[in-house]
């Protein structure tokens, strides 16, 4: 019997919707490195109205099938508040992006690849930078290195096979972004360890606990920070209030207080360092689905995590301050008391920082002297819209 033909067509109903969420699960069926994730989380993170990324971007959602089978999908979309963001860094003017990239074979891939293209075209965009999935604080990048173990939380997964199917399609690797492990329950070297006793002699540091209960003010503080250290990094897109307070009740139920650390200086805040126990390790049994046993599980599970890794997806230290040896100095300091805690008081064996730039001298400097070792990278490509 001969094969259907290839058809991409935009989501454009609820069942196409569900079909976009679902491919995943028939994709890695027989991946156990593959992570699923809350079905409800993927509808909110694609939905206008539940993701206020939606409130500053345009999208369309495209399908691949062959006959009743879909064999692929991907998102193009255009976030205006990355358009605004100089061409230097990275988006920029004429610059959109496709992501929520999957797909069974190489034909659809191309496909999928040309048809969010061709809405980007349309939509007066000359650049593509991808895969973003969506936002740039989301998932962004292909993963080319670390297939062999799952992803963290807020980390994504992907096929060996799909760096080939880019490529292909016209693509270049345009930035690299790389994530460490290191072994948590070993003392750092001893001149970190020096470096951390010379900062807790210094009067004018506090390295202090966030405080929960007062949890939007800790959030705009850290806000702050973020937006003035990662300004000039490559790819940065502000995050606005609206997405912090998003976030901010996402993440809420895994925030604890003593993983999470504010450095002050002569009593201002300067630095912050996020850390996460790793939610994908419970998530992973529930197979996407709360119901009608998966929330009781997750619940218990949030009152105290007991988990084997703990990562770090955000860090800043204030730019008038990056340039100094104070700005590494805050660094390793609140490093050192996560990890005590991430041991002493939930069984965390293993660290994960990053994302990190390949290009970021600092943070790469700072995994470096604690000896942690690049775990995955990922790639965003890049390619010119004739």
């Known amino acids: 019997m001969a094969q259907a033909d290839l058809v991409i067509a935009p989501v454009s109903d609820k069942?196409?919707?569900?079909?976009?969420?679902?491919?995943?699960w028939a994709l890695y069926a027989d991946d156990p490195n593959w992570v699923p994730p809350l079905k409800t989380e993927v509808y909110n993170l694609l939905r206008p109205g539940?993701?206020?990324?939606?409130?500053?971007?345009?999208?369309?959602?495209?399908?691949?099938?062959?006959?009743?089978?879909?064999?692929?999908?991907?998102?193009?979309?255009?976030?205006?508040?990355?358009?605004?963001?100089s061409a230097e860094q990275g988006m920029g003017p004429g610059t959109g992006n496709f992501g929520l990239f999957e797909a069974a074979d190489e034909e659809s891939a191309a496909a999928l690849i040309a048809a969010a293209e061709d809405w980007l075209r349309e939509h007066g965009m000359r650049r593509v930078l991808g895969?973003?999935?969506l936002s740039i604080w989301e998932e962004p990048g292909l993963l080319v290195q670390g297939f062999d173990h799952a992803p963290t939380v807020m980390m994504g997964h992907g096929k060996p096979a799909y760096r080939s199917w880019v490529e292909a399609a016209g693509y270049a690797p345009v930035k690299a972004l790389n994530?460490?492990?290191?072994?948590?329950?070993?003392?750092?070297?001893?001149?970190?360890?020096r470096i951390i006793q010379s900062g807790e002699r210094n009067e004018r540091i506090r390295i202090r606990k966030v405080d929960k209960a007062r949890f939007d003010t800790e959030a705009a503080i850290i806000l702050a920070i973020l937006n003035d250290a990662?300004?000039?990094?490559?790819?940065?897109?502000?995050?606005?209030?609206?997405?912090v307070a998003h976030f901010g009740k996402q993440l809420k139920p895994i925030v604890f207080e003593d993983l999470i650390r504010i450095a002050e200086l002569d009593g201002e805040p300067v630095a912050f360092m996020m850390t996460l126990p790793d939610l994908n390790e419970a998530l992973k049994p529930l197979n996407g689905a709360l119901y009608p046993f998966g929330w009781a599980k997750l619940l218990w599970w949030l009152r105290k995590p007991?988990?084997?890794?703990?990562?770090?997806?955000?860090?800043?230290?204030?730019?008038?301050?990056?340039?100094?040896?104070l700005a590494s100095q805050l660094a390793f300091m609140m490093i050192e008391y996560i990890r005590r805690d991430a041991t002493a008081h939930y069984g965390a064996t293993r660290g994960e920082i990053g994302w990190v730039l390949d290009d970021n001298q600092g943070m790469n400097a700072i995994a470096d002297a604690i000896e942690s070792k690049i775990n995955k990278s990922y790639l965003i490509f890049e390619k010119a819209l004739a």
């Open 131 to 133: 895969p973003i999935s």
């Open 306 to 325: 007991r988990c084997r890794t703990m990562r770090v997806p955000l860090m800043g230290v204030v730019q008038r301050l990056q340039s100094s040896r």
């Open 179 to 193: 994530t460490y492990e290191l072994d948590i329950t070993q003392d750092f070297p001893p001149l970190i360890q």
């Open 50 to 85: 539940k993701n206020p990324f939606h409130e500053h971007a345009e999208h369309q959602y495209f399908l691949a099938r062959r006959g009743e089978q879909v064999t692929g999908r991907i998102s193009a979309h255009i976030d205006r508040l990355a358009l605004a963001m």
């Open 15 to 24: 069942a196409d919707l569900k079909a976009f969420v679902d491919l995943p």
């Open 230 to 243: 990662w300004g000039n990094n490559w790819g940065f897109v502000p995050v606005t209030d609206h997405e």
